[in-house]
């Protein structure tokens, strides 16, 4: 029940009329969702993505139930135009900083569920925890992280860190899609059920 979405990938090569084919050979399958889709396509083609994500983002956002499928292009190049250099260095540090937060993260809580006393004193609603059934830092009181500030402040720091490697790496995969991709097609529908 409710809206749903439904996209098809096509090559770059199609014309627009091949694209508008496609899609009702899609549509005249009366297994597939696209059989539910309103007929005709709605072609944007003012402005290129630079990624299936970007692509599909736009369209989620833009097709309705009721109305044509709306086609847009987008630049995607294969796995090894992705694969320079600087791209896997990024990759490899992604890697590292992960492996690194998961390594705090479990230090961390080790540290506080190992205390000696047999509770353990949530710092926000001060409910005294009995440390044997803690497996866990959220409180189960009020759910607020029972890490002291010094730890989450180093989680954070952490976390920082490795989202703004992946944030330089979907930059650079951007980057190269532009340079280096091939346009293809995104075609998506929507339909209420
Ligand atoms: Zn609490």
């Not at 029972?146 to 860190?161: E, V, W």
Request: hydrophobic letters at 35%; a positive charge.
């Amino acid at each position: 029940m409710g809206h749903h979405d439904v996209s098809e990938t096509l090559d770059g090569s199609l014309t627009m009329k091949g694209v508008r084919d496609r899609v009702d050979q899609l549509r005249d399958d009366p297994d597939s969702d696209w059989s539910h889709v309103a007929s005709g396509v709605k072609f944007e083609t003012h402005q290129s993505f630079s990624s299936y994500n970007e692509a599909w983002e736009y369209l989620a956002r833009k097709v309705e139930s009721y109305e044509p499928a709306i086609a847009v292009e987008y630049k995607e190049a294969d796995r090894e135009a992705l694969n320079t250099p600087k791209y896997l260095k990024l990759t490899e540090r992604i890697k590292k900083a992960k492996f690194e937060l998961d390594q705090l993260n479990i230090k961390l809580k080790n540290q506080l569920l190992a205390g000696k006393s047999p509770f353990i004193k949530c710092r926000s609603c001060n409910s005294k925890l009995a440390r044997a059934h803690v497996k866990d830092t959220d409180c189960k009181v009020c759910h607020e992280d029972m890490l002291s500030p010094t730890s989450l402040a180093r989680i954070a720091k952490g976390q920082a860190k490795l989202d703004g490697l992946v944030q330089e790496r979907t930059e650079l995969a951007k980057e190269l899609n532009q340079k280096k991709g091939k346009t293809k097609w995104l075609v998506m529908g929507s339909f209420h059920s």
